[in-house]
């Protein structure tokens, strides 16, 4: 199982911004795709961003879309989500997850996070005035 680190969250008022960061440790980054997942108390884990190995393609759920952009820094081994405008229904707990090579929209799905097979331990994000 493959060792990731998240990082950057934090207390932020709506419209603000973060950034999230998931770091590696004892392997590359770019070898494979690296998923964002959130979950908020007493709901399921959402897919909201993917970001493929070296060729850098991407996917965004529609409720981030034009909102996050994911991002990797291979020279540092981490991926990166920016997040701005962030809205409250943005709160919840934020996890980097990786598996495969190739981003595929069913595997954001809630009931498919279980397939992906190396997870972060998580950090709060938690949008409110």
């Known amino acids: 199982q493959l060792q990731l680190v998240e990082s950057g969250g934090g207390l932020v008022q709506p419209g603000g911004s973060l950034t999230l960061s998931c770091a590696a440790s004892g392997f590359t980054l770019d070898r494979y795709a690296i998923g964002w997942f959130r979950q908020a108390p007493g709901k399921e884990r959402e897919g909201v961003s993917c970001i493929s190995n070296s060729v850098g393609n991407t996917y965004y759920a529609d409720s981030v879309k034009g909102r996050f952009t994911a991002s990797r820094d291979n020279a540092k081994n981490i991926v990166y989500l920016q997040m701005n405008s962030l809205k409250p229904e943005d709160t919840g707990v934020y996890f980097c997850?990786?598996?495969?090579?190739?981003?595929?929209?069913?595997?954001?799905?809630?009931?498919?996070?279980?397939?992906?097979?190396?997870w972060g331990q998580g950090t709060q994000v938690t949008v409110s005035s």
């Open positions: 997850a990786a598996e495969g090579e190739l981003c595929i929209t069913s595997m954001m799905r809630p009931e498919y996070a279980r397939l992906w097979g190396s």
